[in-house]
């Protein structure tokens, strides 16, 4: 399975990605497109490209297989609810194909603002849905024919004309599938089935608030963490005065507590409150749904960016990314901080060398 190596060496390696709520809007993806590639050369192991409701995560790995030879290509994530199973993998199979085998499947619910708000669908029972969704690409990627009878999928569609399809893609069992999740539940999930979690709101200092609950499902299911790519990381600032870094990551952080998800559905906030922040994400995001967004920004911790992050001088960000591989990280997921494409390369290329030297 997907990470069991780097478990046992203890092997640190990095990730990146591109895209995201803003993405597309200034036609910028020729220089992600630099960036990736740069990237590649400089020896990062996979590429994500995240889908909210800018570009879609699957178009730009299309283009970028091209582009690049080596590095792993992975959706971080499909959204459970833009796709029907069956089309989800279809996209995976042939994104396998076209790649030489480098993608990796990524595969998240969103939350209830996105899926309902500009997908159409419920929302509700969202680990059911998962789970139906990886039940039939499963069966896809075994090249078995797609019949299933779940609560939210039935193939074939009952009293219709359909009939049981297999796809005439060959079948592709290698394809890696990765999960975004956080709430209890589905990271139990994540440990039974997944090759990989795709983690957010995460601290080393507070790991067993999702680790404990992937390590329980993996229990159940025969398994152990060492089955799983454990992908999580952050910001990441070179700087011995770190505090221009804490305020201009302090929004971004207010609006994950706040707007990621509705008032009453918010597992980012969930999240941070299991992992020791429970009276400052409460108050961020009351302070968000008020509208005080400036206020909400100002009440996030100092040290709440500090251990969501890699921030510091050298040592610093090297001790902080020991900690992560120390609480059970096999891949960190970096954002170089930079004033442009050059200095951000330079950052990505300083944390290989720090990587590098862990190993």
Do not use: C
């Not at 630099?34 to 490209?49: H, I, K, R």
């Not at 207010?254 to 429970?278: I, V």
């Amino acid at each position: 399975m997907a990470g069991a190596t780097d478990v046992e060496t203890g092997a640190l390696k990095i990730s990146i990605g591109i895209g995201g709520a803003g993405s597309g809007s200034r036609r910028d993806f020729h220089d992600q497109v630099e960036y990736v590639v740069e990237a590649e050369s400089l020896g990062v192991d996979t590429v994500w490209t995240a889908e909210a409701w800018g570009q879609d995560a699957v178009s730009p790995l299309a283009f970028l297989a091209a582009k690049t030879d080596k590095i792993r290509l992975g959706t971080g994530i499909m959204q459970i609810s833009a796709r029907s199973p069956s089309m989800t993998a279809m996209t995976a199979l042939t994104l396998a194909a076209i790649s030489d085998d480098r993608f990796i499947l990524g595969l998240g619910a969103s939350g209830p603002q996105v899926v309902e708000g500009l997908q159409g669908r419920p929302f509700r029972a969202p680990l059911t849905r998962m789970r139906e969704t990886v039940d039939i690409i499963r069966l896809a990627f075994a090249g078995d024919k797609l019949i299933y009878d779940g609560k939210y999928h039935q193939l074939p569609l009952p009293g219709g004309e359909g009939k049981a399809l297999r796809l005439a893609q060959p079948g592709n069992d290698r394809i890696p599938i990765y999960l975004a999740t956080l709430g209890p539940r589905t990271l139990e999930y994540t440990g039974e089935v997944a090759d990989g979690w795709l983690g957010t709101s995460f601290t080393p200092e507070h790991a067993d608030a999702h680790l404990s609950h992937i390590d329980k499902g993996a229990a159940a299911a025969g398994r152990s963490r060492a089955d799983l790519d454990i992908q999580v990381g952050g910001a990441v600032g070179f700087a011995t005065d770190i505090s221009s870094y804490i305020e201009a990551l302090r929004p971004g952080m207010a609006f994950t507590l706040g707007a990621m998800g509705s008032p009453r559905t918010n597992f980012y906030n969930e999240a941070y409150r299991r992992g020791g922040w429970q009276e400052a994400a409460v108050e961020v995001q009351e302070l968000w749904i008020a509208g005080e967004r400036e206020a909400a920004a100002a009440r996030v911790p100092v040290e709440m960016i500090v251990q969501a992050n890699l921030l510091g001088d050298e040592e610093t960000v090297k001790a902080r990314m020991q900690a992560y591989r120390d609480a059970g990280v096999t891949t960190l997921r970096v954002q170089p901080l930079g004033s442009g494409m050059a200095e951000r390369l330079t950052v990505l290329g300083r944390v290989l060398d720090l990587a590098n030297a862990l190993n």
